[in-house]
């Protein structure tokens, strides 16, 4: 199995990229703009990102529905997440600069994490304000209200902050992701 992470610019994704080596996972990592065929692989991870540009999020949006469409499981991360709240109807709301660690508080079981409460690294200025309509939420912090989201019947999840920089509990989450 091959997962591909869709590169939108993190200074973050090679931590990405180091979990998954970790893993001992297979992967391909594109930057966003390059030509890649999703039906090639079997997970979708898609990165943060630095810069709020149209054609990131155009084409990100065409890979979550596509995703979307043909049950490609997606994990967003931060700006990942915020584009899968995005292109299903939610909102995003400005804050002041969020960075550090910050603890959070998983509220439903999720397959992502087994843990009731995590310490996590977080890096982002927006966060998601209103989920879209079968989405819920499953973590909090007292920063963000949606950590980690998901949708209720899909293979879609999101979290608000970076797993990749999250020690073991991001690498519990990834780990998850790519098997489940």
Do not use: W
Not at 49 to 55: D, I, S
Not at 105 to 120: A, F, H, M, R
Not at 148 to 167: A, L, Y
């Amino acid at each position: 199995m091959t997962v591909l992470v869709v590169d939108n610019g993190s200074p973050y994704v090679k931590d990405i990229a180091l979990c998954l080596d970790n893993l001992g996972q297979v992967y391909d990592l594109r930057k966003y703009d390059e030509k890649f065929l999703l039906s090639n692989y079997q997970k979708i991870i898609l990165s943060g990102r630095r810069k709020n540009k149209k054609e990131i999020n155009s084409i990100n949006s065409k890979v979550i529905k596509t995703c979307f469409n043909n049950e490609i499981p997606v994990l967003g991360i931060c700006y990942g997440a915020e584009i899968i709240a995005l292109t299903f109807g939610g909102s995003l709301h400005r804050t002041d600069l969020i960075q550090g660690v910050n603890r959070i508080n998983i509220e439903k079981p999720t397959k992502l994490l087994g843990k009731s409460q995590c310490d996590v690294y977080e890096s982002h200025s927006y966060a998601i304000s209103h989920l879209p309509e079968n989405f819920m939420c499953v973590a909090s912090s007292a920063t963000s209200k949606h950590e980690i989201i998901c949708h209720e019947s899909k293979r879609i999840f999101g979290t608000q902050f970076h797993p990749e920089k999250s020690g073991e509990c991001g690498i519990e989450l990834i780990s998850n992701f790519v098997n489940l």
